[in-house]
């Protein structure tokens, strides 16, 4: 029997992630240090997770020789059929380093990485899903769209997230040569602002200038793509060339600031939300904002992954609470309606 085409797949890593914490001196934190599931892709993933089942999602892990079986535990409670574990005794599991020195948080990895490609989905329950996710360079990105394009009657909605370090200048020009391929662009505010040489610091117009900036540069087939800026508190701004901007808060406002505990894979989790908003919502890319939004605000109420509860009757929680009661909240708002 043929196997269901999968919504999202990911080829983001899979990190075992390190965290000291240091004084701005560079002396410890009374704040204990600690190893915890990371990676871009995981929490695009999990995400995603929060509103579709594991059988409509694909992730590859690499496993290394010291893979700890509780953080397999643990990545297999919400699903076993959405990891994908590729085994190789001869190496270590990819692991990073954060490292937070008062207000700056510095990133390395530890271990060499291993990259995850179109070609590695071949033969796996995860190929030629409807919707792909990468995290990387411009560069890398053409190479992961020429292996898109080898796929004969393969088109599947491409979710780009560049990387940090990549949001330069300097990159302007093989990110613009992408574009065309790109089904929906996401930098974050700085990113954005840094790519396109805006100067200051992130606002709602300097925002919307490179959300313009962007779509000026034809995302997607003819320029039929969409560009979203995750902007932290200020929320996301979403934009068509065809349609207005808007604007999404971000679901804990200032006011919520105790919900706030770790913001980290906050934006890759949008990212996974937005795609399963974009099944549930029919590729209406405003509405599916919204789900993104709801799995961000999961995501930082804790340091890691959100908790999965399933109940005898087969509904599921997060954190206690229901996702979509959280997103009517949100539709709520922006309707002016209070709740």
Same mark, same amino acid.
């Given at each position: ?5 999968? =919504? ?14 240091? %004084? ?10 600690s ?27 690499? @496993? ?8 397999? @535990? ?23 380093? %954060? /490292? ?12 060499? @990485? ?8 071949a ?23 020429? /292996? ?13 997230e560049?990387?940090?370090?990549r949001?330069?200048?300097?990159e ?15 930098? %974050?505010?700085? /990113? ?15 925002v ?33 060339r ?8 971000a ?17 890759n989790?949008?990212?996974?939300g937005?795609?399963a &908003? ?8 405003? /509405? ?6 709801v ?20 509904k599921?929680?997060?954190? %206690? ?6 997103? =009517? ?6 309707? &002016?309606?209070s709740?």
């Amino acid at each position: 029997m043929a196997t269901e085409r999968r =919504q999202l797949v990911t080829l983001g890593m899979f990190i075992i992630d390190e965290f000291t914490y240091l %004084n701005e001196d560079g002396s410890p934190t009374e704040r204990a240090s600690s190893s915890q599931i990371g990676g871009g892709g995981t929490y695009a993933t999990i995400g995603a997770r929060i509103w579709l089942p594991s059988s409509k999602l694909g992730m590859i892990v690499d @496993r290394g020789h010291d893979f700890p079986e509780d953080i397999e @535990r643990k990545l297999d409670s919400y699903g076993r059929e959405m990891w994908f574990y590729r085994d190789d005794p001869s190496r270590g599991t990819t692991r990073a380093l %954060n /490292e937070y020195r008062g207000e700056f948080r510095g990133f390395q990895y530890l271990t060499p @990485r291993v990259r995850i490609t179109p070609k590695d989905l071949a033969n796996t329950p995860y190929e030629r899903p409807a919707t792909l996710h990468f995290i990387c360079s411009p560069a890398r990105a053409a190479t992961i769209l020429s /292996e898109v394009r080898a796929v004969e009657g393969w088109s599947p909605i491409t979710i780009y997230e560049p990387i940090p370090d990549r949001c330069v200048p300097a990159e302007l020009p093989a990110l613009i040569k992408i574009l065309p391929e790109v089904s929906i662009l996401s930098p %974050n505010a700085d /990113e954005a602002l840094s790519l396109l040489s805006i100067a200051g610091p992130p606002t709602k117009s300097r925002v919307e200038q490179a959300c313009r900036q962007f779509l000026d540069l034809y995302v997607g087939p003819h320029g039929t793509g969409a560009v979203i800026i995750r902007s932290g508190h200020l929320g996301a701004y979403v934009a068509t060339r065809n349609q207005p901007g808007r604007w999404i808060p971000a679901f804990w406002g200032p006011e919520s600031a105790e919900k706030v505990v770790d913001v980290t894979g906050a934006g890759n989790a949008f990212l996974g939300g937005l795609s399963a &908003g974009m099944l549930l919502a029919k590729d209406d890319v405003f /509405e599916a904002a919204l789900y993104a939004t709801v799995s961000a605000s999961f995501t930082i109420e804790q340091d890691s992954l959100p908790n999965l509860t399933r109940h005898p009757d087969g509904k599921e929680t997060w954190n %206690n609470d229901v996702p979509q009661d959280r997103l =009517q909240k949100l539709r709520s708002r922006l309707s &002016g309606v209070s709740f």
